[in-house]
């Protein structure tokens, strides 16, 4: 069995008369240790599928197996355990509290879960232990989207859920943090899923599947991904 295995799940959302099919049947699986794409258009069901795969959201039908457990089946108290310490998420505008510093940012996250990792060798993974004490507002982009990959991956996570992680950078530092999200798979094991637009990310997973309208088009597994530098 693989590592996420999600099959035939639904999602609909009911805006007053009508219904919007996010996710219309979706079925893929991902092994232990991938760097996965999941790739599509604005609106394509891409959110809606990483929401259900974090424990953020529930599906209407299927099932969503992580590691063994369906997920699907979690009530609010389960869903809640999964969220604080088998999940992290790096969003695109980086969601850190401003008024803490990178370094409290970082440790809030390990406060609140069971398996974290040691705060300031987490930050030394990802290149800010000089930058540890600067609130958000003092960091560039790039610097802000590397302390919230530490916040994330502080929990040691199953699963790091990355939506749109370089949306919000220029090219050179959209890199950056895609090297720091391909090292952080390839040293620590964490099996890492970004969802994204841009097809040029492509060749830096191990797979990569094509969303679009709310169904899965294409699974493409690659072999040997390109580094990026
Ligand atoms: P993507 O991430 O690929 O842009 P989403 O998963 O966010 O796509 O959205 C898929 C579809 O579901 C879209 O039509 C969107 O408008 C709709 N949708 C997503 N979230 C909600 C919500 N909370 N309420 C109503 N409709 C939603
Ligand atoms: P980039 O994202 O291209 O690195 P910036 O020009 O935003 O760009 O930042 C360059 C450097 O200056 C970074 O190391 C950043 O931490 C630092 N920096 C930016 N703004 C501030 C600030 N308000 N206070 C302290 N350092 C800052």
Redesign the pocket.
Known sequence: MSYIQITDEYKR?K?GENV?V?NDGITFSVEKGELVIIL??????????LNILGGMDTCDEGQVIIDGTDIAKFNNRQLTSYRRNDVGFVFQFYNLVQNLTARENVELATQISKNALDVDQTLELVGLSHRKDNFPSQLSGGEQQRVSIARAIAKNPKLLLCDEPTGALDYKTGKQILKTLQDTCKNTGTTVII?THNSALAPIANRVIK?ND?KVRSVEINQSPVPVE
């Open positions: 959302y805006i919007v996010a599509g258009p604005s609106g394509a069901g891409k959110s809606t599928v969802i969303i709310a």
